[in-house]
């Protein structure tokens, strides 16, 4: 079976700009979470898409969206990006109603 | 709000010796996970606990959660080099799919 994959790895962008990061769950995951994770800190929820709609959201403002698609595969967009954005983005798959998320290997983005 | 905090921050053991972490929320969980991330890595799920005084061993791990449902605990048993990383105890908050991270304890262990 394979992992969750996230793409791209690395990106670096400047204040202002737009940025999708995008994830592809584990076979089998109906559920994707998009957490945030400043170096040093654990992770933090964004939200969570279930059959392609948001179903609960942490606490970020709204220029923090994101899709869910037919083969439960996941965008995160961040628009105007501020220097705090700077963060490991990292996408976690799980089969809804049970334990344990599969995280994948996470987008470092830079914002400059 | 709810937290969930771990202490200690940070542990550097000499190869061989025992490493606990604990875990403490500040309201009754329902579960509580336990994950895994490696230097430059990413969480990797080890183990949810759902019952009350719930004991669960993996190898050299042991994973308690209290009675109260309010704290866990991590005891690594003759710890060994690969289990450098750091080790995050998350429990559900208040929005679905919302699991509330702990900041960690970083376990560095010298040969």
């Known amino acids: 079976e394979t992992g969750v994959t996230q793409s791209p790895t690395h990106l670096i962008k400047t204040r202002g700009q737009q940025v999708t990061l995008r994830c592809s769950s584990q076979?089998?995951?109906?559920?994707v979470s998009w957490y945030q994770q400043a170096l040093g800190q654990g992770p933090q929820f964004i939200f969570q898409y279930y059959r392609e709609e948001e179903n609960g959201r942490g606490n970020f403002p709204p220029r923090f969206s994101g899709l869910q698609f037919p083969n439960y595969s996941s965008e995160l967009n961040v628009n105007a990006l501020e220097l705090d954005d700077s963060a490991l983005y990292l996408c976690?798959?799980?089969?809804?109603?049970?334990?344990?998320?599969?995280f994948g290997s996470g987008t470092r983005l830079t914002v400059v | 709000g709810q937290q969930v905090m771990q202490i200690p921050q940070y542990q550097h053991v000499q190869e061989g010796e025992d490493f606990t972490t604990y875990c403490n929320s500040s309201?009754?969980?329902?579960?509580i996970q336990w994950y895994k991330q490696r230097p430059g890595g990413h969480p990797v799920f080890l183990i949810q606990l759902v019952k009350s005084g719930e004991v669960k061993k993996q190898k050299r791990l042991t994973f308690q959660f209290g009675e109260a449902k309010k704290n866990s605990s991590l005891h690594i048993t003759a710890t060994q080099t690969t289990d450098v990383g750091t080790y995050f105890c998350a429990g559900p908050g208040g929005s679905q799919g919302n699991l509330i991270f702990g900041k960690g304890t970083k376990l560095s262990v010298k040969p």
């Open positions: 076979s089998g995951h109906n559920t």
């Open positions: 976690a798959s799980s089969l809804r109603g049970r334990g344990g998320y599969t």
């Open positions: 309201t009754t969980l329902s579960n």
